[in-house]
């Protein structure tokens, strides 16, 4: 497909063009400028997004073979070049033994660089949902932005961008408990951010864990955990008392209502193997 935009970046360049970055760049009339710049002379950017960067040995091994394909984005600071966007093929080119690295050089604020940065890692699709929700919430906090005006940049409606931001809220410790656990759907992440009070946090993520709830089932759990109305769920609950131990009582609770005999034997067989063999 031949090209007709002329701002931005030059034609011989892969990179995926964001509009925001085009409206950025095509400000510039000189236009960026594409150079090899030697790696300890780039420095990492203190606003990366990404919390970890993932299994790079693929990445690393390419590098070795055929070297940077994708200029990394820079700008001139203290001396050095700080990274703008790029971090992962920076670090992997790092571990490649590489002694400079393709990179488009950009002189722009502080401001504008830390935009792009937090942007520009937003698009990732391999962003975990709690640092997707931190740099949304960057996002409002550093530049002022609205919710409204951060969907429109991000590509996202603004209804899911309040949610995500919301997660923000979460606590790292609350978070590190989800992260044990497994816990990482955006919608029961978005129902552990309603809670108000840690404590309450704390009572249903422990909940989703040991109780194992899906999405509705938590849903009703933190609507009761705040205090508001919600319909009870009529589950189909099998008591037995042995005759010989008195002091031993099996319950066992479905999450439907009813429940045939078939269903009760399976899951005591099951349960019978599974403690044979533990």
Known sequence: MQ???KSGLPGSVNMRHDGHFVEILSKRTNGPSIRMIEVVKIKPNPH?????????????????????????????KDGKYE?????????????????????????????????????ENLQRK????????????ALADMYGYNHSQIAEKIGKARSTITEIINIAKIPI????????????????????????????MLELVSAISERDLKREDTRILSKKIKGKDYPKIKRYVYNFVPTVEKNCRIRIEFKKQKVNKKEIISILKEAIEKLMKS
């Open 48 to 76: 990366q997004a990404r919390n970890e960067l993932g299994n790079i040995k693929e990445l690393v091994a390419s590098i070795k073979e055929k070297g940077v394909l994708e200029p990394i984005l820079v700008r001139p």
């Open 3 to 5: 090209r007709t935009k």
């Open 173 to 200: 410790d609350i978070r590190d408990l989800c992260r044990k656990n497994s816990i990482d759907s955006r919608t029961t992440l978005i129902e552990i951010s309603k809670q108000k009070i840690k404590n309450d």
């Open 126 to 137: 391999d962003l975990d949902v709690f640092e997707e929700a931190d740099g949304l919430s």
């Open 83 to 119: 990274i703008i966007a790029g971090e992962r093929r920076y670090i992997a080119a790092k571990t490649a033994e590489l002694s400079e690295m393709p990179c488009i050089e950009m002189n722009i604020e502080d401001n504008e660089a830390m935009e792009i940065s937090l942007i």
